[in-house]
Structures are given as C-alpha cells and as structure tokens.
C-alpha cells in the first residue's frame, strides 16, 4: 500500500515537473545533447538502477521522444513536435531526478562535494555510474562512456569530459569490476581545461550461489545439456562454471574467417544456435550439474537437448550470500529411437586427438542428443585441419547409444568444384597429385567400405554443381547433404533425381563455421535391429532416412520406406502414406504444411492453420504410372523443415526419371561441364602464358591434371548423350507401346 | 613512378582492395558466401508495442567498402567520431530501411535506441566482419487480434543479396508465429533491388478481460 501511495507521488511528481518543462520547452528548444543514447543506454544495459515502475515510465518516454523526433523531422517547423519533444526530456530529466540511483556531485572552482555518499555498490561484474554534475550555468547536457575497470592498473582513473557548464547526467558504463570495494578516483574535466578529482569507492556485492542438475528423461540421472544463462541486470550470458570449452578443437575458428554465421565467434565452447523464436542465442555444453557463485539479481536460464525435448525457460533470483538450487528434466516429446529412427549429424569438424577431446565432444554431441555424429577431418589442397586420432570401427567413440564415428571433407576446393564428404572410413584418403580428381577419392571410400558425397549442395556453393555433373552420373556419389543451416536446398538434388539417379538426403551442421551440432539432423531407419553405427551407416546407405529441423516425418509407399525401390512390370495402385508431426510446445516441430512430391512437383498437400495442431496426415492413392521418384516434406511453423529420402517407382525397362524434362535437365548438366571445362582452358592459358604466380600451387596441379579432367568431363558428356538419345529414345517407344 | 605524397593516402584503400580480391581463394574457408550480408531480424510483438531488432552482418568485401565509407581520413583505422559520423550519414537510410504492414494497413516504425556498430575487435579498413545493430518500435495497432497479418519489407542494402533469419517472438501471453522470410542463398543468387519480405501471423491474442 505505502509502495503504491510512492508511486503515486512520484508519478504526480513527474507530470508536474514535466508540465513545468513544457513551458520551459516552448521558450528554450533546444534539445537536452545526447539524452537518447543515455536513456537509450540505462534501459538496454542498466535496468537494474531503476525499480519496475521508473523502468517501464522510462522505456515509454524513451519510445515517445523518438516518436517526437522523428515528428519534428518530417516538419521542422512543427512548433508542437519540438514543444513535445521538449516536454518528454524534461520529464525524463525529472524521473532521473527521482532516482535513488543518482550519484549527485556539485562543483565549484576548485571543489567537489557528493551526495550521498563517495561510494556506491555494484550488482555483479558490470555496472554503471549514473551522475548528476551540477556546475555554475544553466546548460544541460547528457554523457555515456565506458569504463574497462580490468584496464587501470593500481590507479583507476575514471574520466568524466564535461561539454558544458550547468547540469550534465553522464552515465559511465563499467564492465569487469573486480570484486569488494575498487578504490577509484573520478576525474572531472572541465569545459576550461580543468580536472578536479573525487575519491570515489566503487563496491561489488557479495556473491550469491546457484546450484543446477539437469536430467534425463530416460533415466532419470544427470545428463549433459545445452544451457543459456542470463543475468537479467545488463542481459549479457554467463558461461556456465562446468561448461565445455572447445575452442583449441574447433581451431579457434573465428568470424573473420567465417563468412555467412549470423552469431559470431563461433570457435569455441559458446554454440551459436540459430534456432526458431525464443531458442535463438548462444549455448554451453554443461555435462554434468554444477555448482558456481553468481552475481545477485534475477537470472534467466534456458536449457535445450535436441529437437526431441521440450526445451526448458525458467527465471529465479539469486539473492547476495544465498543459495538456490534447482534441478530440471527436460520431457521428451517424442522419442524417435522408438520407432527405429536415430538421429544423425553427417558434418561435424573437430580435433580428437585424445580421450579428454573425445570425452568434451561426446558430451556436446549426447547434449544435442545425436546419435551418430560424424566427425570430418577436413583438408584443402595444402593442409589439413581438425586432425583425428585414427579412422575405423576402432577409433568410433561409443557412449551407450551416442556415437562419435571419423570420417572426411576433403578434397575441398573453392572456385572450382566444391566440398567432398567421406563417411565411415577406415583411413583418411588425401593425395594432392590427383587433388581434381574426386572419383579417384570416391573409388578408395567405396573401397574402404564407406560411403561418398557432396558437403553443400543445398546452396550450391564452391562451385560444387560442376564436380556432381561429372560423378553422380558415374555411379560415384550416395549422398548429397541437402540441408544445412536454415536453408533446405532441394534443386540440384531434384536435377539428379528427375535424371533417375537415386542419391541419399543428409543434412550436416557445419560447425564450427554452423551453429551447433544437430540444429538440422538426418535421421536414419535402423528397424527392430539393435542400434549399433554399422546399422547405421548401413540404412542410411539404403537411403532409409528424412532430414529435418523440427517436425518429424513418416512417409511410405505401400510397404516401402525412403530409399526403397518398388518394382513393377505393369500399371497398378500405390497407396501413400505420409504423416508429419510436432509438439508445439518445442519451438518449430508442430507442422504446418505435408506435401507429397512426385518427380520433384506437389502432387497432394495439406496445410494447417492451428499451431498448436501437432500432426497432419496424407493417405491416397496414385497410379504408378511410367515410374517415378517421391517424396514427403514437411514445413514446420517459424520456418522449419523436413524432407524424406526418395521411395523409387520402378517400371520395367524404365528409368524413374522425369522422362519429359530430361533435355532441360541435361543442359544444365551440360552447363557445368562447359564451366569445367572454361576453367581448365583458362589454367593451361594462364600456365602456358606464365602467368600462374609461384604460390598458385592448386592451379598449377590443377594444369598437370587438366587432361584427366577433360577425359572426365567427356565421360560424362557421353554418359548424358546416351541417355538423351539412346535411353530416351528406346524408353519413348515402350512408353507409347504402353 | 613516382607518386606523390598527397597521393599515397588515396592509393592505400585501393590497393587493401586490389590484395583483398586477389587472396588466394583456396586458403579462405567458405568464401563464396561473402557476396551476402546477413540479415538477422527478431520480432517481438506485444500488447502496446511491437519490438524490432535488427543485425545485419557484413562480410569481407561488403565490409570492407562499409569500413572505407567510415574511415574519412583514410587512415586505415576508425575512430568512434569516425564511425558517429557514417551512423549519421545513414540515419535516413535507417529510418526508411523497413515498413511494416499489419493486415494490409501500414504501421509507422520509429527507431527505439541508437544504431551501433560492433567490429569484432578489428576497427581497421580490411576485409573481415561487422555487425550494424538496428532497433525499431510500432505501436500496436487497436485492430491487432488473432489472425491478423504482419509484413515486413526490408529494404535495406537491398542490392546486395542477403541470407536471412526471422524470429518472432510473442510477448504478454500473444503468440505470433514466422510464416515466411526472403532469402537469396540459392542457386540463382540474383539481388533483388526491391523490399524483402518477412511475414509472420498472430495466433492467439488473449482478451485482457
């Protein structure tokens, strides 16, 4: 009740001084210098110097002084846009004048007096001085800087410019103060040259403790997981005390050598996770519960693990020398181990080259709950990057159902014919005299037993298109990684499908150039079989998997699951079943649209319009027709995806091609090849010529290998040439038979 | 050839210009995306206000020319005055980069705090990174409800491709949902030179009664 009586007063308080303004605002408009980057700075990094009622009141004067000033813009001679502006700045003056926030200093000549006292207590590591100068003269104005307290050595030196004489508000930012008290000293530096000093104590408050144990669904025990921690006081994330670092495995991956993630610093232990609505931040592997001292104030933590939990958001306060423990157990909202599908992540980049990396990877992978996380040591034509220990079934790292399983991206190049994947290798396979070469590579994976494929290809980049117009039409390539990031990218992809070449879908990560590990995940159908990697890699050879970034996804034709091959000598009925579903309460999953994608068209759709629908279905039947490719894809609310591997019709003597857009298709082929073929003459040009600079080593192999490429490319040329004429032309006289 | 003293200041960013095009492509990792600035949009719609925060990410030669647009002296560094004064030139820029429509009727946007620029520990003119944060503010309209529509047109930097990300977020127990958002990252990569959209639907809008 008194409270409330307060605010009242206050309130009255700050309307009657605000009309006051008003009036002062029609004869003296001109504008109170730099107001709107300090009130703008004291709601964005210092709410906590105002209680619930100063903040909202400032954040709302805050929105209409910008309402004003741009009203004043559009009309400078808008005598009431400037009245109004003025009347908002003086109001906002007077809420400061409230605040038992302020650090009051009044100078004189030569001396300085504070009210009310020479010190004051910060909440927590980052803080800020809110001062009231007052000199001789009737001027306002408005400071902000920053003070780095972890900068001064044995003296803090804290200086405040002063602009103009009268009142000036400066709003000094202090980030790292160390702990108790900081004997500081404030130098003020007058518009005439000189500098009068206050000894000034700046005191953080004790700490307080937060203990925190997260849970498996499954078992009950403590799990790893990713967790979000913010201090509320400034909003920045504290890294939890147990948190994984990662950053010498990463290679320290920074921004300036990744260009496209939209969080930077992606290198080290603090995951950038792109993920849709509230998830969106920055997260820490936390393996284990842990126990750390915190600044006081309220603390918002989030805690995710994978796409099948139902992610946790919970806010508390952590009181100065108290103790708060929780204890969470993020619900499983769907367990896809159930029904024969475990998760996979087919492009992950990091070092192990000990137990402890494996142990820190492993943690981070069972966090984002993937199950198979294959992890690529990556080369270019000159080195190589996040070295492994070995390859092999020996150098898996197995942790009850959560695999680590080595594998490769390389070669890898960048202007000419993109990134090349090798899962489930027994050796790394790397030799730069045939760099160009990637059939070479995809011979020794398939030798080797694994399997070889494209890194990508849902956004085409590095060029990639050229080296899949000479391979996929070999027989060499079974898989293309479709999605990455945000972006499901299916038109190469549906190129090589209308083609009739059968190719698996993954998704990949990326990181550390991704986000995180498992923000879009291949899942692969093991069945009723016990779950081991070599199951894995066996389905997902089969094809027998969907990628996806939220909903789930469940697509058959008659008995046939994705990658199957259904073969038929005559026309008859197939019967489609697809289902998509998703909990709305995980951000993303509850689907919102089902398709049915035959020869790379929709055929059948369904849309919801309900979020909080968690399950569209598709059952009918279609004619099989000449053959064909299908599909299911599912798009999930806030952007999200899932698309199924292809289930293949096949008629006898048959292709399940897109018979009649094949000529179409294979002139964009025939496109990339000319572009291979572009490059390579413009390298022998450049080498014949002299003109290939002595550290152009790539083109120069380049130029040794170009001859082998060519054959490559005539190879393919022929390979499509035979399809166009001889394949279609045969196929065109039993289509019209039939 | 001798080039003059008064000449040597101008010549400096050309030829970061000339080395920066010309680095050898193979030692940079996942250089083709460059050509993109990311366009990284929050959303939060609420009762009285609707928040808009938006990060754009400049890359390599995208940043490069921001930065040589920011360093005025051409001294190859930039200072906050430096980078006050491009803020500036770009306010208008900033205040007419986005339009937001709510069922087909349009919302006036203002901005909500001062423009900032982080440049992740390199102020130098080089190629690298750096982020221009953006706020903005609508009041929510009295019509908003359930089902009602909101897009928003993004015509910032929009001749140079963009990837995207939209969030939305409801606040005050509203829920909002991202329907759709506009990328370039695909196979034809073609700017635009025209508003991209992001779209995003109320679903729930409780009655305060």
Known sequence: ?738 | MNISKKRLPLLIPIIILFFSLNINSVILAHEVLKKYIHHNIVMYVGRNNIDIELSLEFYEKNSLMERQRMDVNQDGKITKNEIDKYLASLSKQFENGLNLTIDNRKVELFTLYDPKIEFLKNNLVTPTTHIIRLTYFARTPKSFAAKSKLVLEDYLWSSIPLISRFNVIGKDSIHVVAAESDSDLGLSSESKKKGRLFIATCTAFPNTQ
Not at chain 1, 45 to 67: A, C, K, T, V
Not at chain 1, 187 to 205: E, H, S
Not at chain 1, 412 to 424: D, E, Q
Not at chain 1, 463 to 489: C, H, T, W
């Open chain 1, 1 to 738: 009740m008194k409270a409330n009586r307060f605010s009242v007063l206050i309130l009255l308080l700050t309307t009657i001084v605000g009309c006051i303004g008003c009036e002062r605002g029609i004869t003296n408009k001109q504008l109170v210098p730099g107001i709107m980057e300090l009130t703008g700075t004291l709601i964005q990094r210092h709410p906590y110097l105002f209680n619930s009622e100063e903040l909202s009141d400032l954040d709302e004067l805050n929105r209409q002084l910008r309402e004003a000033v741009a009203q004043g813009k559009k009309d400078t001679t808008n005598s009431l846009a400037i009245e109004r502006q003025a009347n908002i700045e003086n109001r906002i003056i007077a809420l400061l004048e409230q605040s038992d926030s302020v650090i009051r200093v009044t100078l004189t000549e030569d001396e300085v007096s504070v009210m009310p006292d020479s010190s004051i207590t910060v909440p927590g590591e980052s803080g800020a001085l809110l001062l009231r100068i007052e000199s001789k003269g009737d001027q306002k104005n408005c400071i902000t800087s920053e003070y780095n307290m972890a900068n001064g050595d044995r003296y803090q030196l804290i200086n405040v410019n002063l602009e103009s004489d009268g009142v000036t508000w400066a709003l000094i930012n202090l980030v790292r103060i160390p702990p108790d008290e900081n004997k500081t000293i404030l130098l003020f530096n007058t518009k005439n040259g000189k500098t009068i000093k206050l000894p000034f104590a700046i005191i953080r408050q004790k700490l307080g403790r937060l203990k925190v144990s997260i849970l498996s669904d499954d078992t009950g025990q403590p799990a790893p997981a990713m967790v979000r921690l913010i201090w509320k006081t400034n909003g920045q994330d504290q890294m939890p005390s147990n948190a994984i670092e990662l950053g010498e495995q990463l290679e320290h991956i920074k921004s300036d050598t990744t260009k496209y993630i939209p969080l930077a610093d992606n290198g080290d232990g603090r995951r950038p996770a792109f993920l849709p609505g509230r998830l969106l931040g920055h997260y820490w592997t936390v393996p284990a519960p842990f126990d750390m001292a915190l600044s006081p104030g309220e603390w918002e933590i989030t805690i995710r693990r994978g796409v099948e939990h139902i992610p946790i958001f919970d806010t508390f306060t952590v009181e100065s020398g108290q103790t708060v423990e929780k204890t969470y157990q993020p619900k499983r909202w769907v367990d896809m181990r159930k029904y024969g599908w475990y998760s996979g992540d087919t492009h992950v980049h990091c070092r192990i080259l000990s137990d402890m990396d494996a142990k820190r990877l492993m943690a981070y992978v069972q966090a984002e709950d993937i199950h198979v996380a294959n992890i690529l040591m990556m080369g270019n034509f000159r080195r190589t990057y996040f070295e492994q220990r070995g390859f092999g079934k020996e150098y898996r790292v197995i942790d009850g159902d959560y695999i680590l399983a080595p594998g490769q991206e390389e070669p890898r190049t960048f202007a000419t014919l993109g990134h090349f994947i090798g899962l489930n290798l027994t050796d790394f396979v790397r030799n730069t005299d045939y760099y160009f070469l990637y059939d070479i590579f995809a011979d020794i994976i398939h030798e080797q037993g694994g399997l070889a494929g494209y890194a990508h290809a849902n956004s085409g980049a590095f060029r990639v298109a050229r080296d899949m117009s000479m391979n996929i039409p070999k027989g060499k390539i079974d898989f293309l990684e479709i999605f990455q990031g945000m972006y499901l990218g299916t038109n190469l992809y549906f190129d090589y499908l209308n083609l009739g070449f059968k190719l698996t879908a993954t998704a990949g990560s990326d990181i550390p150039w991704g986000h995180t590990i498992g923000d879009v995940r291949v899942y692969a159908f093991t069945g009723d079989q016990p779950f081991t990697a070599d199951a894995w890699f066996e389905a997902f050879e089969k094809g027998r998997t969907f990628v996806t970034n939220g909903p789930m996804l469940e697509f058959y034709v008659d008995d046939a699951l994705p990658g199957d091959e259904i073969e038929l000598t005559d026309n008859r009925k197939l019967h489609v079943k697809a289902r998509a579903w998703g909990s709305p309460e995980r951000i993303g999953a509850a689907p919102k649209k089902l398709e049915i994608i035959r020869h790379g068209e929709v055929i059948r759709s369904i849309n919801s319009s309900d979020p909080n629908q968690e399950e569209l279905a598709l059952d009918f039947e279609i004619d099989s027709e000449f053959g064909f490719w299908i599909t299911a894809r599912a798009e999930g609310y806030e952007g999200t995806h899932a698309l199924s591997s292809p289930i293949y019709v096949v008629r006898k003597g048959l292709r399940f091609w897109k018979f009649d857009e094949i000529d179409e298709i294979i002139d964009r082929t025939n496109l990339a090849l000319d572009q291979v073929e572009q490059f390579v003459e413009e390298t022998r040009k450049r080498s014949a010529e002299n003109k290939l600079l002595a550290d152009d080593l790539e083109y120069k192999q380049l130029d040794v290998l170009s001859a082998e490429l060519l054959k490559r490319v005539d190879t393919a040329r022929e390979i499509y040439r035979k399809l166009k004429e001889e394949t279609a032309e045969k196929e065109k006289q039993i289509r019209n038979q039939r």
